[in-house]
Structures are given as structure tokens and as C-alpha cells.
């Protein structure tokens, strides 16, 4: 079955430092959403791409959807403390289930 | 803004209890969704319904089942719990537009 992988597990930095987490498929996908889940807390949607090398931008966040829609990253510049959290993404394959397999998270652990 | 109501967000229950977890959204989304979220493992797929009285697998059902018989209202029903289904567990509605899953906050449920 499809699988979607996110790299790194665990990423620590500093305030101000910038932090990428890495989504890839097995399968190509229709669309990739990215979630933010914050400590206690539940999934927030964040985002969703659709077009082949879309690119959005929310203020400090960045996300890509790679070309061949099988990959999509999620940049954050000058991180705060209110980053914190697990960054998952989300994606149903291309013509098969509408239903969307979510990545396992990276879990973002910022130190002031 | 949509809403996505779980039950009760702590809950013991014991071995072989029969135990119901619900789930009430105020959007009139079609589709409806029962996840677990286990530390290292990300969020997995129980069930989901797509539509009153309708429902399908996910990518672990067993030891569950869903009832749907209003559109606002999905429930999970652990037939008789056991000690590996404590977990987080997480409901979601979508419309399947763009704007990705809306959660709860989560059931977390403990079998002793």
C-alpha cells in the first residue's frame, strides 16, 4: 500500500534558527496537505497543494510540492517558540483512494 | 469556524467493557473519520464514512466497528476493549474540498 515517509523524526533548534521537514510518497499523489499539532493539542490544518512544483508561502512557512508530486517539504524561517509541535502531511495517491495516508510527524523542539 | 465535538476527552474503562466514543460535527460535512495516534506511529486510519448509514475500513478495524445514523454524529464502538487499544483517538470531518480534516481534540482512553 501507499506509504508516506516525513524526515527528520526530531528536529531541535535554536530561536531564530530556520527548520525544513521533508514529506515523501511511494506513490504519486493528488494533493498533499501538512497539519501542525501542537503539545496536548489535536491536528490543525494547515495547508494544501495540488499543482505539480506549487509553491505557497503563510507567513514564515513555505511549502513545496515537488514536480513529480511525490514529495513536498515544509520550510520554516527564523523559527519562534511558537512553533513548536509535530508537522505531519497528508496525501491520497493519484486516481485510488480519496482518503489521504498521513506521514508519521516531525516533531519540532525549538530552544530559546 | 467548524467544530468537531468528542465526548469526553479522558476516559478508563476496563478489560472486555464495551465502550462507545462519539463524535458530533456542526458543518454538515459528508465525510467523517476515526483515527488512533500512538507515539511513533503517526495517525492511523480505523474507519470513516463518507455519507449516513455508510461506512469503511480503514487501514486497522479490527477489534472496532462505526455507527453513522445521523449526518452530524460518528461512533466508535470498541466491542470489548483490551489493554492494546489504549490510545489517543481522534475524530475528523471534511467536506473533501481544500480545506483538509478538521479534529477533535481527542478521547484518551486507557483499558486497564
Excluded at chain 1, 535554536?14 to 503539545?39: A, H, M, V
Excluded at chain 2, 462505526?66 to 489493554?83: D, G, M, N, Q, Y
Aim: aromatic letters at 12%; glycine letters at 10%; proline letters at 4%.
Amino acid at each position: 500500500g501507499q506509504q508516506v515517509m516525513q524526515i527528520p523524526q526530531y528536529q531541535h533548534v535554536q530561536e531564530g534558527e530556520d527548520f525544513t521537514t521533508y514529506c515523501n510518497s511511494s506513490t504519486t499523489l493528488s494533493n498533499i496537505q501538512w497539519y501542525k499539532q501542537r503539545p496536548g493539542g489535536h491536528p490543525v490544518f494547515l495547508i494544501q497543494l495540488v499543482k505539480s512544483g506549487e509553491v505557497k508561502k503563510q507567513k514564515r512557512l513555505t511549502f513545496q510540492f515537488g514536480e513529480a508530486k511525490k514529495n513536498s517539504s515544509l520550510h520554516i524561517t527564523a523559527t519562534q517558540t511558537t512553533d513548536v509541535g509535530t508537522y505531519f502531511c497528508a496525501g491520497p495517491p493519484t486516481g485510488g483512494s480519496y482518503i489521504p495516508t498521513f506521514g508519521r510527524g516531525t516533531s519540532l523542539i525549538v530552544h530559546p | 469556524d467548524v467544530k468537531v465535538t468528542q465526548s469526553s476527552r479522558y476516559l478508563v474503562k476496563r478489560t472486555g467493557e464495551k465502550v462507545f466514543l462519539e463524535c458530533v460535527q456542526d458543518m454538515d460535512h459528508e465525510n467523517m473519520f476515526w483515527y488512533r495516534q500512538d507515539p511513533g506511529l503517526g495517525l492511523r486510519l480505523i474507519y470513516f464514512s463518507y455519507d449516513v448509514k455508510m461506512k469503511e475500513k480503514g487501514d486497522i478495524p479490527e477489534g472496532y466497528s462505526v455507527s453513522r445514523e445521523k449526518k452530524e454524529r460518528f461512533s466508535l464502538i470498541l466491542e470489548s476493549a483490551s489493554t492494546n487499544q489504549t490510545s489517543m483517538y481522534l475524530c475528523a470531518s471534511s467536506s473533501g474540498g481544500a480545506r483538509g480534516y478538521t479534529f477533535g481534540s481527542g478521547t484518551r482512553l486507557t483499558v486497564v
